[in-house]
């Protein structure tokens, strides 16, 4: 199954937009696993396990990993999602943007060592930056639009000299020549809600992943009624508020209970669609 | 000494603006290598130990070393440069492009785990994909600015309202406000030389990281005209060319043949400094 009808599924089957983001901050980690062998997975792994029934994606911030030398933690967690919750996709967000045979490599690295069933890309160095992860069609690719923090508009907010801006051409170019197998998707933060409601008139029903709820300070209503489609259209990002709701032997329940409060307020915040 | 300084000492002392690229691709590495452990690794320190008098920095392409789950290889072979070809900067190339505590994991794992004196970045999402990295004040901040694909000019060279491009913008973010330490440098390809041109009058004696020499078809004599200061300004990238110059047991002694005579013919190509 493809992304795209992967993430459908997750919309109607577990009726959340909700996707849990996993950035295991070694500085945060209950204090009972820092000491412990393999602390980022055991971490993940509960939290996964806690949530997996109420979330549409998994989203692995790939930087995390990274830092704390955990890359075979990383390859063992997607691992461990795909067995123990098949169905749930999970989002590899590495933001990678390079061209040609580098780019064959993060396209190796990302889809077949951790076997992701989407990237998050960023879309400066152009088409070339995209084509080489069309190698493979069944894998989602979410490009960078518009992001929720204050520098965000330092480039892609700029006008254009067509009256423009810049993240409305992105948003073009994502929904429309780059979407060759229609697997694309779009990072669009949650703090300008008019600016999601423009990305959304521009894209037609793409899914766009939006950072920036909770503690990023984003309102669950007013992004509803701005990027919201009737099949769902959203998949709304928490990472902290969950993970370390609770930092004692209990931050999974504790973890369960965030995320299923944020899934609710999600739902009861949807128009009915006719 | 900062990132800065080393490069300026390497354009004196070793009378070099070539920079090595060290994208070690599996499936190009000697015959003899290919089923050895480490591969990677002893490809890559002969590479460096047979160039490194003639080049001015190594860029090693994160992208083959985490395809290939030689992360561990990438920090032995950084640790190699700075033992034994102490003063030769370290370019780490991850083009990262993300903000806040991500970006700060990001910069943990650049300067920290790998030890490099410079990490190219991607621009898109503004000050605050540049602002972590700047808690280490003596390392270098390469920012993506024009590059020479062809898909390069579906964002970076769009007309701004202001009637400015969108390149020349992100050159004047990165050589002036947010060069808080010095220590900012540019990514401009060869195959423009007009637009380098432009660059080059935009940000003073910024360093310039050019990839596009050789396998990418870029003009070494337009490159010098357009880009080169007195003190030499550029950091001419050539990999494929090197690496892949023989696959049989010379490949060392190829690649330092090739380099020394890409050096040689940027020297040549340089005019006199009154």
Chains 1, 2 share one sequence.
Not at 1 to 9: A, C, G, L, V, Y
Not at 128 to 142: E, F, H, N
Not at 225 to 234: E, H, M, Q, S
Request: net charge negative; proline share 5%; hydrophobic share 40%.
């Amino acid at each position: 199954m493809n992304f795209r009808s992967q993430i459908d599924t997750r919309w109607r089957e577990a009726q959340s937009l909700l996707c849990v983001g996993l950035d295991p901050d070694p500085n945060r980690l209950p204090m009972h696993l820092r000491q412990q062998p393999e602390a980022v997975l055991r971490f993940c792994v509960e939290i996964v396990d806690a949530t997996a029934d109420l979330a549409c994606a998994f989203k692995p911030q790939i930087a995390y990993f990274h830092a704390a030398r955990a890359e075979d933690q990383l390859e063992a967690l997607i691992a461990h999602i795909h067995t123990r919750h098949p169905g749930v996709p999970v989002i590899l967000d590495a933001k990678r943007g390079d061209i040609g045979a580098t780019a064959e490599q993060y396209a190796r690295e990302a889809f077949e060592r951790y076997r992701a069933d989407a990237l998050t890309v960023n879309p400066y160095m152009g088409f070339d930056s995209i084509a080489p992860y069309l190698a493979y069609p069944d894998r989602g690719l979410i490009v960078l639009c518009r992001t929720s923090n204050p520098g965000g508009s330092d480039l892609q907010n700029l006008e254009l000299a067509n009256g423009r801006r810049l993240y409305e051409h992105v948003a073009e170019l994502v929904a429309g020549p780059w979407n060759l197998h229609g697997q694309n998707a779009l990072v669009v933060g949650a703090t300008f809600p008019e600016e999601l409601a423009r990305v959304r008139q521009i894209v037609g029903d793409l899914p766009l992943l939006v950072p920036g709820i909770g503690a990023q300070g984003g309102d669950i209503d007013a992004t509803l009624r701005a990027g919201a489609t009737c099949a769902g259209g959203l998949m709304i990002n928490s990472s902290r508020a969950i993970l370390y709701a609770s930092d004692g032997e209990d931050f999974a329940e504790a973890a369960r209970r965030v995320a299923s409060a944020t899934r609710t307020a999600i739902q009861l915040s949807r128009q009915a669609c006719a």
